[in-house]
């Protein structure tokens, strides 16, 4: 497991491990300190997977996740649906099951708008999920953000997170947990990460992939001229 630390330009130090997720957290205890952002990888990243398969990996390893989440922090899922053999796969509904298996509760749940409201879309569907969850913080209704995220903001690749949607969520981690660190255990390019560290929070991120490793350990804000990464089944997250 190779690992990086450098610091970041704003105050925010960061750390990336190129590491199977679940193995490292495995070796890790609950992490005090900590909130999680995370965008779990589709089932097109799993080709020997039936889709039965995936979902069940997927629900465990959202269990995983949210299982190493401290009681003052909060995990943040970021998850676009699927259609797959005439059928819709609700990542939002996969990721709440895991949720509800631990006793997490559901605090917010907004609507990333990835086209606008209105238009049909035939491949992914025209919005994604930002959850977040929590075993002990509850929301103060008065201090609600906007439901519905026009846009998910700037991203690097297909599967990235929008830079908007990082900076709801890491601005809900500074103004509703004493948490200081950012951990990411799929951080592909690092989004997260970047912006995390922008704000002053500290990053952690894993990451199986080499060369999106070194990507997540360069990438800073703002995003402008990052390397774009596409394949065929650059699809979903
Ligand atoms: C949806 S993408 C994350 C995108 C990221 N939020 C960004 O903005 O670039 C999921 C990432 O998980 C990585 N991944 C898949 N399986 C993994 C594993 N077992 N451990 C760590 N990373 C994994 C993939 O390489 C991919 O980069």
Redesign the pocket.
């Known amino acids: 497991m190779a690992s990086e630390e450098q610091p970041a330009p704003a105050s925010g130090k960061r750390e990336v491990h190129c590491?199977?997720?679940?193995e490292w957290l495995a070796g890790q205890g609950v992490l005090t300190g900590c909130s999680l952002i995370?965008?779990?990888?589709?089932v097109s990243?799993f080709p020997s997977y039936t889709l039965e398969q995936w979902k069940e990996w997927f629900v465990r390893t959202a269990g995983l996740v949210l299982s190493r989440c401290p009681d003052d922090g909060v995990t943040i899922f970021y998850q676009t649906d699927i259609k797959k053999d005439g059928t819709w796969v609700d990542k939002g509904y996969l990721v709440q099951k895991a949720a509800e298996q631990l006793g997490h509760a559901l605090l917010w749940h907004k609507v990333v708008c990835r086209a606008p409201a209105g238009q049909t879309t035939f491949g992914r569907p025209a919005y994604s999920h930002l959850l977040c969850f929590s075993r002990g913080i509850r929301s103060d209704l008065g201090r609600s953000s906007p439901d519905v995220l026009p846009q998910a903001g700037e991203?690097?690749?297909t599967?990235?997170?929008g830079v908007e949607a990082c900076l709801t969520a890491c601005r809900y981690v500074l103004s509703h947990t004493p948490t200081r660190t950012i951990v990411?255990?799929?951080?592909?390019?690092?989004?997260?990460l970047a912006v995390a560290n922008d704000l002053g929070l500290d990053a952690v991120g894993?990451?199986?992939?080499r060369k999106?490793a070194r990507k997540a350990r360069a990438l800073r804000m703002p995003l402008g001229d990052s390397e774009p990464e596409t394949s065929p089944e650059d699809d979903a997250?």
Do not use: I, Y
Request: net charge negative.
């Open positions: 590491a199977d997720a679940l995370t965008s779990m990888p589709d990243e991203v690097t690749w599967r990235g997170m990411d255990p799929f951080c592909g390019h690092g989004t997260v894993v990451e199986l992939s999106r997250d």
